[in-house]
Structures are given as C-alpha cells and as structure tokens.
C-alpha cells in the first residue's frame, strides 16, 4: 500500500498548487512541496528492506480482461530513480519559487512539473508494463506543457510541438513493442516478462520487438538520429531544463533499457543498435556541444552525449559494463541538474545566455562560479569528483569488450575522443563565463542569486565532491541494490574506490585531460572549421517534413474522399466482394447437398416474371414512371413468393407496404424530375454493371450455399411454446408481440422517429411548383375523380371492417397488428386520393404524430404493465373465458401490445403521406365554383 | 427450387446495386427498395423454403421457420420507413439545392475539370 502511496501522493499534490493561486508565492512553492515530501519520507523508510533485497509491491485489478492491473513495485532501480525523481524534484520546486518571475503562473508551473514528477514515479514503480506505457505517454503530454509553459513565445510552442511529435512517435513504437511482448509472453506483468528470456529472445518476432523498444527508448532519451529534439526543448523555463532533460525525463528510455536489462539483452543485436547508437550519440552532442554559444545549448548537446555514454554502456552487454551505466545516471543527474540551475541563475541574474557575451562573470558571481566549476569539472571527468569515477568505470568497460572482433579497439578510442571534446566543452563552459575579458552589452549588471535559489545548486555540487570522494560509504547501498535490479541476479565483482592504480582507463582519463585543454586553447581554428560547414536548422527542417507529410496526407485523404457519393459507394461494395469473396473462394463446393425442392410451372413463372421485372426496372430507369411501375411488379411478385413458400404474414406485409410506397413514390415524382438525364461516362456505367453483377453473384451463391445445407433452428422452442407460453397458434405473430416484444418496441420505435423526421423535413420547404407532368402537359382540371371519390367512401368502411378482423385473428391466424395497421392506412390515403387533403381535414382533423405518439405509449405501457404484478418488463398474459353468443374467446395482453403496434402503424404511414400529399394541395387550393 | 431462387435473389441484388449506383436521387431510391426485396427474401430464405409448412399450429406437419419470417416483417416496415425517409430527403435536397444529384451539385464534366487544373 506504502508504494501505491509514493505515486498517488504528487497525483494528489498536482492539486494543491491550483488551490494557493491566490495566496503569495512562498506559500505556493511551500505547499507544493508537501506531497513529494511525503512520498520521499516513505520511499526512504524502505530504504532498509530494498538495499536486503526485498521487493514492495502493491496491486489491484483494473481490467483483467486486458491484462491490465494496477500494479506499483519497488525495487533497487525504481528505488533509485524515484529518489533521483523526489529529491530532485524538491530542489528544482525550491530553485523555481525564485526563477519564475512574478508576471509568470506559478500555480501552473507547479501543477504541470507535479503532474511529471507523478508520470515519472508512475513509469518507475509500475510493475505492469502497459501501466508503464500509460505513465510513459503522460510524461510526453506533460512535458509538452512545460516547454510551452511560455506559450508566448514562438520558439517554445514549436519546441513543444516538436518534442511531442517525436517522443509521442516512439510511444506509439513503445506500445506496439509492449503488445508484442505481451503476446509473446502471455502477460503483461513485468515479473513475468523479465523472467522469459529465453523465449523472447528466440522468438521470430524479437528483432521486430527489439527495433520497435529501442524507438521508442532512443526517441525519449534523445539518441542520435532523434537528438534534435532535446536542444529545441531549451525554450522551456531552465527549472524545466535542469529536471526534465537533464536529470528525468530523458533518462526514462534509460531507464527503460535498464529495466528490460534481463529480458532483451545479451544478443548480438542488442548489442549492435544500442551500443553503436550510443557511440554515435556520444560523438555526436560532444563534437556539437562545444560549438554553442548558448549556455543551454552547451549543456543540451552535453546531455545528449552523456546519454549516449549510458546507452552506449548497457550495449556492452557486460554486466559490469550496466552497473558503470546505473552509476553514470546518478553522477550525471546530479553534476548536470545543478549545471543547469546555475546556467539559470546566470540568465536570470544578467539577462544574457550567449557565451560570447557573457565574460568575466567571476567579479560578479564567484560563489555560484564556484559551484558551477566545480560541476563542470565533474562533468569533464576530473579526478576527485564523480563524474571522474563513472567515466573510469567507462574507460574500463570499453576495453574490456571484444563485440567488434580485430576492430574492438575502436571503441576505446572513440570514448576518448568524445572525452577530449568533454573537457574542451567543459573548459569553455568555465572560462568563457567566468572569465575571458568583460561582459559585452548586457542588459543589467550580474549580481549573486537570492540565497535559496542557490541553495539546490550547492547540495547538488557537495552530493558531486562526497561521492568523488567517498563513492562506496555515499552511494554504494544504492548502486548495489539497484544494479541488482537490472541485472536480476548477481552483481559482478565492482570497486568504486578512486585509485586503482596506474592503469590504461587513469591513461585514457590523462589524455583526455591534456587533449581536451590543448583543444580549448587552439579552438579558434576549429571554430572556423564548423563555421565553414554549412548550418543545419534543424527546427525548420522538421516543420518542413512535418507540412510536407499533412500535405501528402491531404493529397491521399482528397483522393479518397472526394465528394462523390457514388465513389464512395463503388469503394465500400469492392470492399463487400473481397471480403466476401475471398472466403467463397476458399470454400471446395457451394452446394451442400441437401435436396432440391423441384420447379414446377407455377413457380418458374411467378420467377420469370420477378426477372424480367426487375430487369425491365433497369432498362427503363429514367424513364421513372415506367420504372416505378416495374418495380411494383418486383414487389408483387416478391409479395406472391412469400404466399407460396409458407409465410402468409409476409405476404400480407409485402402487398401493403407495396400499396404505400408505390403511393408514396408516386407523389415524390409530383416533386422531383420525371426522366433522369443521360450523365454518366460509359466507363463509370460498365463498372457499376460489374461491380453490381460481382456482388449479385456473390449474394445469390451465398444465398444458394445457405439455403442447400441441412440447418437445426432455435425456432422449435417458439413452435413449441406459441400455445402454450403465448397463447396463440400464429407463430410469426407471437414472436413479434412476445418472445421478441421488445425488439418489436424497437422497430416501432424507428418507424415513428422516421414519420417525424419526415414530417419535420417537409415544413417550411421551399415551394417547388410544377406546373404540368414530365410530358409537358398541364395538370388536369378535374383533380378529384367522381367515380374513385364514390368507391373510395364506400370502401373505407369495409376495409377498417377486414382491419379489424386481421387484427384480432392475427394472434392465431395470418393477420396482426403490423398488417391491420398498414390496410387502415391504406384505406385512409384512398380517400386523401379521391377527395383532397382540404375535404379529408374538414371531416377528420387528427394530429398523426399524436398518433404515433399514443401507439408508442400503449406499446411501451402494456410493457410496463407487467411490472405492476412483479413480472420482468413485457411478460405476456392471456387467458381464456366463457361469454354468452360467443363462446370460449381468449384474452391476451399481447393484444394490447399489437394495439399499441396498429396505431404506430396506422399514425406513422399516414404521417408521411399526408405531410407529402398536403404540399401537393396546399398551394392549389380548390375554388369555390369547382365543388 | 432453390437454385432458381437463389438467383432471384442474386439477380434483385445486382439491379438494385446498379441503381443505387446511379448519380440522381430517384434511381437511388428506387435501387434501395430492390436491395430490400433482395435482403428481405435472403434473410427469409435462411430459414430454408417450405411450400407447404405455413406456421400456423394445428395446421401442417413440418412447419417453415418462423423467426425469419418475423424477422423480415418487421423489416418489410421499417424498409418502407428508411424508403419514405430517403425519398423525402431527396425532395428536400432537391427543393434546397436545385438539382437531383445525389453530391448535392452537379459532378463537373472531365474535360472542365482538367481545364480548370491546367
């Protein structure tokens, strides 16, 4: 529980600075130091039980389905970074309680750096690996906040959008990395995972995971090719600096490196892509290191090369070679976090981070000029200081490996190149500030820091001198506990005394000091050597590709979506004929052997005739009342097909609805033209005859496949249960108003959204008035047909009479609710027809959406009904009882339910047609003498 | 039976593909419906064709499946709702916009456009 703490604690903390906005600065600083205070507290109580060895763990499910657990431990590495990350972190709250000037958001600034002290801890404690993924992407998001934390300032908003670009690219890495790894192992706990070397490294997706990590590693820790990130990152306030990418954030790809230690290293591939991307990043931010004027810039490059140092060092694949990196990332943390606090108090102290105006700083400043030499010297490698002990064990390390066969001895003296420009770097650092003439055209005059913003600079500077001096009593616990960690097992015999005698690391190390301050004082001729190469913005150069590739990606994106629907269209239905092709393909025969039903005469015509329909249909399409005629042909004998193969409901359905919508077809042609014009390219037209036979001969050999195989249904239950359970003998029916009511409610439901949406589309439509037919012939002065008007009056009672009989036979015989309703409606509409809108609404003025609306709530009431008697929502009842004349009848409370049905049915149909027909009246009004 | 049945089936698809196709909003309509007849008699057909097996109880030995037929009532309805609502789209679109193209505007003829480019 005391590790879930550690981290929840800062999440808290992220708070607490919002709540002191407006209380005074100190207060603010105060109070947000509280909860990393506290998680420090407790991580140090578990110092004891970690260096033993032991392992803290906490864990709680989250979404086990996923594998993805709540999961924090603590061990020797997590142990050791989240002191790094803690303390740290207090003394970087302290330094910017000073550095922030009264103009910027403090409570802001402390927010955004708690809620990365919080995504760090969460990255070193997690002990799931998607839990380190999660935290991991937060560091991004946050760091992205805290470079922008000057948002006013244009090189800091691009320097966050670039840092966020690349780092959140190598998340992406990350995660796939992680999934991949999951499956191979088959969890995500990290125990689990480190445990499995061998079958990771031999499985044949290694090298992509392996490739896959690093990206995501190299990117975070600003390796070379992705380096260039770090020094944009500069913009950010130096607090920013001295603790993100210096001390932490940067070294959570490190970080990463050492915790999958045990479980990806150890193979030639390992080795070579991280210890050669660490060779090339070590040259690399030295050699630019020392040509930047800027003082963050320096100290930028200069990180970059120390990262490359670790990385380099946990490719060696030697076990000594990570415990030299474990102790690198505590040297290096420490000499370069107080570089960078003290490369701030000089900007903040004399308005000016150019080191070619920044001289003689010594007469102004000599107690943070002390410190500051005193880290750089640690930086360079000096005996006496850690940096020199770590930098020894590297010297070592790189001659004790043989990876690059006869040629092994390149790496040593690489190293020492890299370290001869350290020095130089480091030199120039020093006496160009510090000494070097007098300043040049600043802005104020250099005075000492407020004596608490140093304070950081010194505990970090006096950790540099007593672990140079003392490594095995200051840091030994720590280094041992934690080297343990990442190597899971034994750690390799190690001294860290200062003097080993005369040996070639001490060489190497001399080297490199002399070279280094002869370099220095002949830099004048390199720097003219840079200066002729030409200069790589490396800024512009990313925001160039980055508009190149959304340009590209606007050109693909316009290809493919380019407006037209019917493009859309073609591309869906060719995805439809691959994917359901290529299982047709894969299938040996389409017929499944069951016996064939023979074709007799009756049914080879009614088929015959549905063809030539549906292709008379095509043929005819722009002609579109001819069509609209075909097509209710089709309708009819789809309609006659159901009658013949056993569905007599479908039947009444299909021939009803073919009433109303050919009705309503009809009058949207009154609207829309009456021919379509000849448009489409002969080419479009032979791919939409392909494309269209492709995904009929697909449909129809599915439709043959299903229809051939012997089948067993779930529908026996309902055939057996219709009587008994439900009360009626028409088993289509009572499917619908009980076993499946509630999707019945659904599809009802739908159907009255529909009429209103309709209903809602046609008001206030711009008036669009024919004034003659498609022919060109005016419309007919007789409008209202005398004979149609007399049959249509005397029909309507008859036909609400046959709706009412197939409504109540419908729960034992074809007919229903669905059925009736449709047939009321039609019924209806014969007599809009005949006589008009205007005499239909003087004699029966109903509101149809109110209609819909009662359907709706009787449907839904009789559902919850069966509530009131503590039944689950539409249980049906029914019962049967003895009335004089009539006999036995039956009452069921499906009955209620198909009422419920019958009035959407009725309400929705008439809705949509008499909202159409009214347009085609309304504006036509009829005159008096025409009555 | 079934063979010929399901190239009813087959051949309703394909004209109703080829309508939907089409540039105008009428065609359109018109190809859905023909698309419904289809997928209303395949899904109807998943429960095998019966010619004598109506589900009325008491009144056959074997009956015919009836949850698809349940199923395909419903969707009878609501094919026409989705029909009527798709019509009356048009016939606004066509009253908003002035013309019957399914883009909404009149596609510009290839040549036009390779002009307009240059």
Redesign the interface.
């Known amino acids: 529980m005391n590790v879930l703490w550690i981290a929840l604690l800062p999440m808290l903390g992220t708070l607490l600075p919002l709540l002191m906005a407006k209380r005074s600065r100190t207060a603010c600083a105060l109070v947000t130091a509280l909860a990393p205070m506290l998680a420090l507290a407790i991580l140090l109580s578990h110092t004891q039980s970690v260096f033993a060895g032991q392992i803290w763990q906490f864990q709680a499910d989250w979404i086990p389905l996923l594998g993805l657990n709540v999961h924090f431990r603590l061990d020797g590495l997590a142990y050791l970074f989240a002191l790094l990350i803690l303390a740290i972190g207090l003394l970087v709250i302290l330094y910017a309680r000073y550095y922030l000037s009264e103009q910027d958001s403090m409570p802001r600034f402390y927010a955004y750096l708690m809620l990365f002290m919080t995504a760090m801890l969460g990255i070193v404690l997690s002990g799931n690996i998607l839990q380190i993924w999660l935290f991991w992407e937060l560091t991004s998001i946050s760091s992205f906040l805290l470079i922008s934390f000057w948002w006013h300032k244009s090189e800091a908003r691009r320097g966050a959008r670039m840092a966020l670009t690349i780092t959140g690219a190598g998340g992406l890495c990350l995660l796939a990395a992680f999934i991949l790894l999951g499956n191979i192992v088959g969890s995500y706990e990290l125990s689990v995972v480190l445990e499995q070397t061998d079958l990771i490294q031999n499985h044949a997706y290694y090298p992509v995971l392996l490739v896959l990590f690093l990206l995501g590693c190299f990117t975070k820790s600003a390796q070379f090719p992705f380096h260039f990130w770090l020094p944009n990152a500069m913009a950010a306030p130096t607090p920013v600096s001295a603790y993100l990418h210096s001390a932490t954030m940067v070294k959570a790809g490190i970080f990463l490196l050492a915790r999958f230690y045990p479980a990806l290293s150890g193979t030639d591939m390992w080795f070579l892509l991280v210890s050669l991307t660490g060779l090339a990043t070590l040259l690399v931010g030295a050699y630019l290191a020392l040509f930047k004027h800027d003082l963050k810039g320096l100290l930028a490059y200069s990180t970059i090369s120390h990262l490359g140092l670790i990385t380099l060092l946990f490719g060696l694949n030697s076990p000594l070679a990570a415990v030299a990196g474990v102790f690198h990332i505590i040297n290096h943390a420490t000499f370069k976090a107080s570089l960078f606090m003290a490369a701030g108090i000089i900007d903040h102290e004399s308005g000016c981070r150019d080191m070619r105006r920044l001289n003689g700083l010594w007469q102004f400043m000599p107690i943070t000029a002390t410190l500051m030499m005193v880290a750089a010297a640690a930086m360079a490698g000096v005996p006496l200081l850690n940096g020199f002990l770590s930098k020894e064990m590297f010297f070592a390390e790189t001659l004790e490996q043989h990876l690059l066969g006869a040629l092994s001895w390149i790496i040593p003296l690489l190293a020492t190149v890299a370290a001869i420009f350290s020095v130089a770097y480091s030199l120039r650092l020093i006496h160009d500030v510090f000494f070097n003439g007098q300043p040049k055209g600043l802005t104020k005059t250099p005075h000492e820091p407020p004596r608490y913003m140093r304070l950081p600079v010194e505990i970090l500077v006096a950790l540099c001198l007593v672990v140079g001096i003392a490594p095995a009593w200051v840091v030994g616990g720590l280094l041992q506990a934690a080297a343990t960690a990442v190597l899971a097992g034994p750690t390799p015999e190690y001294s860290l005394a200062i003097w080993h005698g005369f040996n070639l690391p001490l060489l190497m190390s001399a080297v490199a000091l002399t070279a280094g301050v002869f370099m220095y004082v002949k830099r004048k001729q390199l720097f003219d050597f840079q200066n002729a190469l030409p200069g790589v913005d490396t800024l512009n150069i990313f925001e160039r590709s980055i508009k190149q590739l959304c340009h590209q990606a606007a050109q693909c994106y316009d290809w493919l979506d380019n407006?037209?629907?019917?493009r859309y269209?073609?591309l869906l239905?060719t995805a439809f004929v691959v994917l359901a092709g290529l299982p047709l393909i894969q299938m040996e025969t389409l017929s499944g052997g069951?016996a064939?039903?023979?074709?007799d005469a009756v049914?080879?015509t009614g088929?015959a005739m549905?063809?030539i329909s549906?292709?008379a249909?095509?043929v005819w399409?722009r002609k579109?009342v001819v069509?609209?005629l075909m097509?209710s042909v089709?309708?009819l004998m789809?309609s006659i097909?159901?009658t013949?193969?056993?569905?007599?409901?479908?039947a009444l359905?299909?021939l009803s609805?073919e009433v109303?919508?050919v009705i309503?077809?009809m009058l949207?042609?009154f609207?829309?033209?009456h021919k379509?014009?000849k448009?489409?390219?002969p080419s479009k037209v032979v791919r939409?005859?392909g494309?269209?036979?492709l995904?009929?001969?697909i449909?129809?050999?599915?439709?043959?496949a299903?229809?051939?195989r012997p089948?067993s249904?779930?529908?026996d239950f309902?055939?057996a249960n219709?009587?008994t359970g439900g009360g009626g003998?028409?088993?289509?029916n009572v499917?619908?108003v009980d076993f499946?009511g509630f999707?019945?409610l659904g599809?009802i439901a739908?159907?009255g959204i529909?009429?209103l949406?309709?209903f809602k589309?046609?008001t206030r439509?711009?008036?669009?008035k024919p004034s003659s037919d498609g022919e060109g012939r005016p419309w007919a002065r007789e409008r209202h047909p005398l004979l149609l008007a007399t049959v249509a009056q005397s029909i309507l009672p008859l036909a609400l009479m046959v709706s009412v009989f197939i409504f109540f036979r419908g729960h034992?015989?074809?007919g229903g609710g669905?059925i009736a309703g449709?047939i009321t409606a039609v019924a209806i509409i014969l007599l809009y027809i005949s006589q008009g809108v205007d005499w239909v609404k003087a004699r029966m003025n109903i509101e149809y959406q109110r209609v819909v609306a009662v359907g709706l709530m009787i449907a839904l009431l009789t559902g919850l009904a069966s509530w009131a008697f503590e039944r689950p929502f539409l249980t049906s009842w029914f019962d049967y009882f003895e009335l004089p004349l009539f006999g036995q009848i039956e009452l069921a409370s499906a009955i209620a339910f198909d009422l419920g049905v019958y009035i959407t049915?009725v309400g929705?149909?008439l809705l949509?047609l008499s909202s159409?027909g009214k347009m085609t009246t309304s504006h036509r009004p009829i005159h008096r003498e025409q009555i | 039976m079934e063979t010929l049945f399901a190239l009813c089936i087959g051949f309703l698809t394909s004209c109703g593909v080829f309508l939907m196709l089409r540039g105008r909003t009428f065609p359109v309509v018109m190809g859905l419906t023909m698309l419904s007849y289809a997928v209303n008699l395949f899904i109807f057909s998943s429960g095998r064709l019966n010619l004598k097996g109506a589900v009325v109880l008491g009144t056959s030995d074997s009956y015919a499946d009836p949850l698809p037929q349940a199923l395909v009532l419903t969707a009878i309805v609501i094919g026409f709702a989705m029909t009527a609502f798709l019509v009356i789209l048009a016939i606004r679109a066509r009253a908003d916009l002035g013309n019957d193209h399914v883009d909404g505007s009149m596609p510009e003829p290839r040549h036009a456009k390779k002009e307009r480019q240059k």
């Open positions: 407006g037209s629907l019917q269209m073609a239905l069951r064939e039903i023979p074709v049914n080879a088929a549905l063809l549906a292709f249909t095509v399409h579109r069509a609209l097509i089709v309708g789809v097909a159901f013949r193969f056993s569905a007599p409901d479908l359905t299909q609805v109303v919508t309503l077809l949207a042609l609207f829309l033209p379509t014009p448009q489409s390219e939409d005859l494309l269209a036979s995904v009929g001969i449909v129809g050999s599915l439709s043959y299903i229809m051939t089948f249904t779930i529908s309902f055939i219709a009587k003998t028409n088993v289509v499917i619908l499946r999707d019945t599809e739908v159907l529909a009429a949406g309709i589309l046609l439509i711009p008036v669009f034992n015989l074809p669905f449709l049915v929705a149909t949509i159409l």
